[in-house]
């Protein structure tokens, strides 16, 4: 499988604190990828390295071989990436609808994959539910044209029947040949078979392999 974005050598530090230790994470395209650990473990860190949200005290990104540790965030966007944080993750102070129109692709597939979002197309999306956030921000990605997905907990705050949607959209993303990186604090339920997962602690790696090895080991 060709990598589509990797992290190499990667150290993150805020201030004093040393978040990332050398982390070496390559994503590969049409691939599921979950990065799991405990609160402070690092996965959200490595997020905003491969977004450029975060920048890296020494190492590099590369995309597709080229080196895009300097690119901006917005520029790594341009070229194709999406990023979906836990928070912050939509206009609070703007409708459902607006949020939705400042996507490119057409707003339809959102209410289609997400049809509970139908009814509050004229709420600002600041009084919205955090499951219904959570929603509204993957639509989002959705209907972004993106050969790179990253996604903090996508999961967060949702009922088991939406959780169960939400991944199996992710998957298909990958299905299409998308490279897909979740964060999560455990492995979700229902990961298609080759998904790859890597375990942090304490910004290293603590397992790296098949989703399916990981939680036979547990």
Same mark, same amino acid.
């Given at each position: 499988?060709?990598?589509?974005?990797?992290?190499?050598?990667?150290?993150?530090?805020?201030?004093?604190?040393?978040?990332?230790?050398?982390?070496?994470?390559?994503?590969?395209?049409?691939?599921?990828?979950?990065?799991?650990?405990?609160?402070?473990?690092?996965?959200?860190?490595?997020?905003?390295?491969?977004?450029?949200?975060?920048?890296?005290?020494?190492?590099?990104?590369?995309?597709?071989?080229?080196?895009?540790?300097?690119?901006?965030?917005?520029?790594?966007?341009?070229?194709?990436?999406?990023?979906?944080?836990?928070?912050?993750?939509?206009?609070?102070?703007?409708?459902?609808?607006?949020?939705?129109?400042?996507?490119?692709?057409?707003?339809?597939?959102?209410?289609?994959?997400?049809? *509970?979002?139908? $009814?509050?197309?004229?709420? @600002?999306? %600041? #009084? +919205?539910?955090?499951?219904? !956030? =959570?929603?509204?921000?993957?639509?989002?990605?959705?209907?972004?044209?993106?050969?790179?997905?990253?996604?903090?907990?996508?999961?967060?705050?949702?009922?088991?029947?939406?959780?169960?949607?939400?991944?199996?959209?992710?998957?298909?993303?990958?299905?299409?040949?998308?490279?897909?990186?979740?964060? *999560?604090?455990? $492995?979700?339920?229902?990961? @298609?078979? %080759? #998904? +790859?997962?890597?375990?942090? !602690? =304490?910004?290293?790696?603590?397992?790296?392999?098949?989703?399916?090895?990981?939680?036979?080991?547990?």
């Amino acid at each position: 499988m060709s990598v589509e974005i990797s992290l190499c050598s990667a150290h993150v530090r805020y201030g004093p604190l040393e978040a990332l230790h050398g982390l070496d994470l390559p994503v590969p395209s049409a691939t599921v990828t979950v990065l799991v650990g405990r609160n402070g473990s690092g996965r959200t860190t490595a997020l905003r390295a491969l977004a450029g949200t975060v920048p890296l005290a020494s190492g590099t990104v590369l995309w597709r071989g080229t080196d895009v540790t300097r690119l901006h965030a917005h520029d790594r966007a341009r070229r194709g990436l999406c990023f979906v944080p836990d928070l912050r993750a939509v206009y609070a102070t703007l409708t459902v609808a607006e949020n939705l129109e400042l996507a490119p692709g057409d707003p339809d597939r959102a209410m289609e994959a997400y049809p *509970e979002l139908a $009814p509050l197309l004229a709420r @600002p999306a %600041g #009084t +919205l539910s955090g499951g219904e !956030r =959570r929603m509204l921000a993957l639509s989002r990605a959705l209907l972004t044209p993106a050969r790179v997905v990253l996604v903090d907990e996508p999961a967060l705050g949702m009922s088991p029947a939406v959780s169960s949607r939400t991944y199996a959209l992710l998957t298909s993303l990958a299905g299409a040949g998308g490279a897909v990186v979740l964060a *999560e604090q455990r $492995p979700p339920p229902g990961l @298609p078979p %080759g #998904t +790859l997962l890597h375990e942090l !602690r =304490r910004g290293s790696l603590a397992f790296s392999g098949e989703a399916a090895e990981f939680t036979a080991g547990r």
